[in-house]
């Protein structure tokens, strides 16, 4: 959790890494209770407004929260906490996420549609808000790390066949 701006808004980070292992035997009930600490949580923090970080990367499949669990906490969550959120941020999105958001987009208010970003890189979530004031975990960082080297061996291998150069060219 950090803040932004003169009046001090609420950064919410959310970390999907460290949530629970779904094949757990409590995990619906882990889940709902950590459900009613992050609201409980947001109530006694937001008072303006705020916006979420919701770290995706380094997060295996069988720890992201369901789509079930995701619409349910959007419903739950009151009218005052939905108009105060300006954005919603999605670091490293997975293929996975982007669906069930696509998938949901007529489901979902417009306006909260509107306030979902995706966000690929932990540079360019600095360009859109004070990181000094926000705590990335590792794996995270080492997560963005690796992601960023794979691009840039990516882009070099095609810059060294000569093919692709032909093509570059073009």
Sequence with gaps: TGYYGDGLNAIIVFAACFLPDSSRTDYN???????????????????????????????????????????????MIDRRLRKNLKSFIIVHPSWF???????????????????????????????????????????????????YIKRRMRTSCLSDDPEMASVEQE
């Design 29 to 75: 009930y882990v889940m709902e209770n950590l459900f009613l600490y992050v609201i409980s949580t947001l109530e006694l923090m937001v008072a303006e407004d705020y916006m979420i970080v919701y770290l995706n990367g380094a997060t295996p499949r069988r720890r992201m929260p369901g789509l079930g669990w995701m619409k349910k906490c959007y419903q």
């Design 97 to 147: 996420i982007r669906t069930i958001l696509a998938v949901t987009r007529p489901f979902i208010s417009s306006k909260f549609s509107s306030k979902i970003q995706y966000v690929y890189t932990l540079a360019e979530l600095q360009e859109m808000i004070p990181m000094e004031y926000v705590h990335i975990p590792d794996s995270i960082v080492k997560y963005d790390e690796e992601k």
